[in-house]
């Protein structure tokens, strides 16, 4: 089974960017779609974008649209989260996740294998 560890979070301030990363190790990470989720302090997990296996196809929440861009880079056994023009609103834990199948998802309960999660702060 994949083991996955998210770096790259930090503290920013709105309108700035980042990435973060994701390393897989322990299993073929192209057998696993990936999705990135974050959860604030109180609030429940939420979905904030997934990809299949090969990159080819991406989905994101509405609230990211247009900001977020999601890619992987399976000879790296990576997964990356490029977060533009921050707002307040992201601040959370972001956390990857893995499920296997190929296809990607916004459904949190598909997700088998999680981070331990980065921390991403937007100053205002």
């Known amino acids: 089974q994949v083991q996955l560890v998210e770096s790259g979070g930090g503290l920013v301030q709105a309108g700035d960017s980042l990435r973060l990363s994701c390393a897989a190790s322990?299993?073929?990470?192209?057998?696993?779609?990936m999705g990135w989720f974050r959860q604030d302090q109180g609030k429940e997990r939420e979905f904030v974008a997934a990809?299949?296996?090969?990159?080819?196809?991406?989905i994101y929440a509405d609230s990211v649209k247009g900001r977020f861009t999601i890619s992987r880079d399976n000879a790296k056994n990576t997964l990356y989260l490029q977060m533009n023009s921050l707002k307040p609103e992201d601040t959370a834990v972001y956390y990857c996740?893995?499920?296997?199948?190929?296809?990607?998802?916004?459904?949190?309960?598909?997700?088998?294998?999680w981070g331990q999660g980065t921390q991403v702060t937007v100053s205002s």
């Open positions: 996740g893995a499920r296997f199948s190929r296809y990607a998802t916004d459904l949190k309960y598909t997700y088998a294998t």
């Open positions: 322990g299993g073929t990470f192209s057998n696993y779609a």
């Open positions: 990809i299949n296996w090969s990159g080819a196809s991406t």
